[in-house]
């Protein structure tokens, strides 16, 4: 490993020429001032100065111990460590961060990022998130299987698409076996935007199908009408 003795105060240049990064820069939701969404979170990425004495290796490397990462939102007090961070060593060297689902109040958030090493260098950048009233429903996308496919019989992972994250715990959701006329018995497990229903085993030659209505996404608006697919299984 290579030690990044001049990446400190400020840096993360990878050789003779390049640009040193300083500070702290958030790239994401937006590389803007400002950022409008409806949704309940938000995801927050961007990069970071580079602390004396973190190495390199071939492609990723290790941040100097005692690097730490914060963000915080003024706007409801939430605040939490950086945890995905990664020091970057293929062609330039930098180091990038990423904050998943930073919770959000109606209104303005002002977002803060800071970076502090253990020689006492920092740096710090704000974003505000302006968070609307969601009043649009989900719509549902499409369906894996597919309507109308033919697919083989056996272990089957199912799930729905929708157009914006919803909640896995809303709704109702029913596989029928229309061949045999039985409800094959579902859970959905997890959300985004697409909701996850698990593993079935389906037998040859069945014809299927699947219905789903009252998903609501994240901020409580439930889908209008049902969603209905229509597959078989092979012979």
Known sequence: MAALA???????????????????TIEAPADAAAFTTDQPTVDVAG?????????????VGTITAGYRMRWSNAANGAAGPVER????????VSLTWEVTEVPLALGDNR?????????????????TVRRTAD??????????????????????ALSVDFSEPVDASSGSVMLR??????????????AGSALDLGLVTL???????????????????????EFASRFSTAP
Do not use: Y
Not at 85 to 92: H, I, R, V, Y
Not at 206 to 218: E, K, M, N, T, Y
């Open 6 to 24: 001049g990446c400190g105060g400020g840096g993360g240049g990878g050789g003779d020429g390049e640009p040193v990064w300083s500070g702290v």
């Open 47 to 59: 990069r970071a100065f580079v602390p004396t004495g973190s190495q390199c290796n071939a492609v």
């Open 85 to 92: 961070m990664q020091l970057n060593c293929l062609l330039a």
């Open 111 to 127: 977002l803060i990022v800071t970076a502090v090493a253990a020689d006492g260098e920092d740096g710090q950048d704000t974003i």
């Open 135 to 156: 009043t649009t429903p989900p719509v549902a996308t499409g369906s894996t299987p597919a309507d109308g496919a033919v697919i083989p019989g056996g272990l089957t």
């Open 177 to 190: 076996d229309e061949t045999a006329d039985t409800v094959l018995p579902l859970a959905p497990r997890r």
């Open 203 to 225: 037998p040859d030659g069945h014809a299927f199908l699947l219905r789903v209505s009252g998903v609501q996404d994240r901020g409580g608006n439930p889908m209008t009408g």
